[in-house]
């Protein structure tokens, strides 16, 4: 690509190096108000939102439909604890690629199993290890989008100027997307298997909405029951 695409190329990769991983150690050890949450959370990962200036990382509306939903334990006494927050990191970064429901099938299991274990293996303990190989996958992130860039740099050679720069670009998107694509798809894949294996929500959380359409029928039921 000759778009000053050289220079994208070398401001994604550094924009990558910006990549902060907050550690569990990072986080209070004493239980926070939601203000001090969002703080908290902003201030650590500020630089991962579009927008710097008008993009919320987090927002008390947010906590409480998670708390709401069944992403995140309630708050003991309107205060959240270090597992809370670790709770709502990875809420942050799923919630860009999965739905609601995807995020509360993985997070439901955790919060049950592991939240507030204390003197044992809990969130926390978890958290740790995910978080242990994250430098070792930005640096194979690296490899593939330049590998994705220099692919798409290839591409439309029989076109010139401003027309081949964009066709370029559509080309590295598109190289990009497919990748997300393919792994978001692979994630509810995973999920859709392990729960008809150990049970529970099944695919998309069906069997929540079976007996939410059960709950319709018994009702339509009992109405039509009264009018006769």
């Known amino acids: 690509m000759k778009i000053n695409a050289d220079d994208l190329l070398n401001s994604i990769i550094a924009s990558l190096d910006r990549v902060q991983f907050i550690s569990s150690e990072d ?52 205060k959240y604890s270090r597992e809370h927050v670790l709770l709502l990191i ?7 690629i999965l739905s ?15 939240f507030g274990k204390d003197g044992g293996f809990g969130v926390k303990e978890i958290y ?33 100027g401003e027309e081949q720069e964009f066709l370029q670009t559509f080309s590295f998107i598109c190289k ?13 894949k995973i999920l859709d298997e392990y729960y008809r294996k150990h049970g529970g929500t099944g695919e998309g959380g069906k069997k929540e909405e079976t007996k939410k359409q059960d709950s319709k029928k018994d009702a339509k039921k009992a109405a039509t029951k009264k009018e006769k």
Request: proline share 5%; hydrophobic share 40%.
């Open 27 to 78: 986080i209070p050890n004493i239980d926070l108000y939601m203000d001090q949450v969002t703080t908290f959370m902003d201030s650590r990962l500020r630089n991962t939102v579009r927008d710097e200036a008008e993009d919320k990382v987090l927002t008390k509306t947010m906590i409480n439909n998670y708390a709401k939903n069944n992403l995140l334990p309630p708050p003991v006494k309107k």
């Open 90 to 96: 990875f809420i942050y970064y799923f919630k860009n």
């Open 100 to 114: 609601i429901n995807d995020i509360q099938r993985m997070l439901n299991p955790m919060a049950e199993r592991y």
């Open 128 to 160: 740790e290890q995910v978080i242990a190989m994250e430098p070792d996958q930005i640096e194979n992130l690296k490899k593939d989008i330049i590998d994705k860039y220099n692919s798409a740099s290839e591409d439309f050679q029989e076109i010139e």
């Open 176 to 188: 990009l997307s497919f990748d997300v694509y393919i792994k978001k798809l692979m994630i509810e």
